[in-house]
């Protein structure tokens, strides 16, 4: 019984859930000083936590599922990490077998936040508290609780990276010099990923004064959310969005200034497709300003480089240590902590939540925000290559 082991592991977590809350920096860090969470892996070694993650093809995503992993298996519990390949069933049956192999807490970041109804009823059924990670999973009640970034004002900050980088606004957030009008495109992500909508509404709220005076004019017309929608989050279909922009607005002269880009890989799929229309060199000399999210570490060495604008960062040690703290919470019996229980409505019910702050990246503040947190070396965001 799932819930029995939960309140007899309590116990025995418990003095190495505070010995490990020590080292509060983050799931990925290493643990040479605790002695602790070694010494109660027996007690601890019973509990298993499945860990369900969307994709391999965004390294994002293989840094949450490492960094919740070691963080996990430095406190002594057993892990069942699982990637999808951004295919639903896979996803939902690989739930079915944590549920079957007597997962004591699910975490989940969800392809599709509304196909896993059936999953979370078994994991109800079983007594398995389930945490959303990142991603909201609409539809449940079974859903008991979300670790998150602020999304909303992840879009406010990847449109404000976009003013900056026009010159409409100063990064200081004061008023630039540059008036327009800029002719712009707008990228949305995958529609049956929550998170999509926050980071719209948070980008559209934020330009809808400049496209009210005239400052941002988008050629395309293109401005709904489903027009720019970019199903799974797809590089090679943003370039293909992109190529067809340009060649049906683009092809007399008409010249791009930017282009809103909520992930890093949908701008590297733009940034190709510009490139192949022409457009070269930096952003100093003219390339269009294309915004990001993610903090991968090729968009990184393109935004040293100039050629991406800016990312926005989203410290996913910090995730996944929140999301080790709540399923802590759990195995303990108790309630984790929210930070927002008002925002996130999941279509059943509002999921408590625990939201962490995001960073927009600019060239000039790389070091200080990703080399000096130990995110990524030097050495990485000159080459380009993570490892
Ligand atoms: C979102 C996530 C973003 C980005 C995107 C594509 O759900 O919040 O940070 O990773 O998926 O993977």
């Known amino acids: 019984m799932n819930a029995k082991r939960l309140m007899g592991a309590a116990a025995a977590t418990a003095m190495a859930l505070g010995l490990a809350a020590c080292a509060g920096g983050g799931a990925g860090s290493t643990t040479d000083e605790s002695a602790g969470p070694a010494d109660t892996s027996a007690a601890t070694g019973d509990v298993l936590v499945g860990v369900a993650m969307p994709t391999e093809t965004s390294e994002r995503w293989i840094a949450d599922g490492n960094a919740v992993e070691a963080g996990l298996q430095d406190l002594g519990y057993q892990v069942d990490l699982q990637y999808a390949g951004d295919d639903i069933p896979t996803q939902a049956q690989q739930i079915d077998t944590m549920i079957l192999n007597g997962a004591d807490v699910l975490i989940i970041a969800a392809i ?52 900056v980088g026009l010159g409409i606004l100063n990064e200081d957030g004061t008023e630039g ?66 190529e067809d922009l340009l060649t049906a607005n683009y092809s007399s002269g008409t010249q791009v200034d930017g282009v809103l880009s909520p992930y890093d890989g949908l701008s590297r799929g733009i940034i190709t497709a510009l490139q192949n229309a022409g457009y070269a060199g930096t952003v100093a000399d003219g390339f269009p300003v294309v915004t990001g999210q993610d903090a991968e570490i090729a968009s990184v060495k393109f935004i040293a480089d100039g050629v991406q604008f800016a990312t926005i960062f989203k410290d996913t040690r910090k995730l996944a240590a929140q999301s080790i703290t709540v399923a802590e919470a759990y195995l303990s019996g108790a309630e984790p902590e929210a930070n927002d229980t008002t925002t996130y409505d999941n279509g059943v019910k509002v999921v408590p939540s625990y939201l962490l702050e995001s960073d927009i990246v600019y060239a000039d503040n790389i070091t200080s925000l990703l080399v000096d947190s130990g995110y990524w070396t030097a050495d990485e965001v000159a080459s380009g290559v993570a490892g």
């Open 177 to 242: 010099d540059a008036t327009g009008p800029f002719n712009v495109e707008l990228f949305a992500g995958s529609l049956d990923d929550n998170n999509a909508y926050f980071f719209w509404n948070g980008a559209i709220d934020t330009l809808q004064p400049y496209f009210d005076d005239g400052t941002l004019v988008v050629p395309s017309g293109q401005m709904d959310i489903e027009q720019a929608a970019t199903l799974r989050w797809q590089q090679e279909t943003a370039q293909k969005r992109m």
């Open 112 to 163: 599709d936040g509304t196909a896993l109804t059936a999953q979370l009823q078994a994991a109800a059924d079983a007594g398995i508290p389930v945490i959303s990670y990142d991603r909201l999973i609409r539809d449940s009640g079974n859903v008991d609780f979300y670790v998150t970034f602020d999304n909303y004002k992840v879009g406010v900050q990847q449109a404000t990276s976009l003013l």
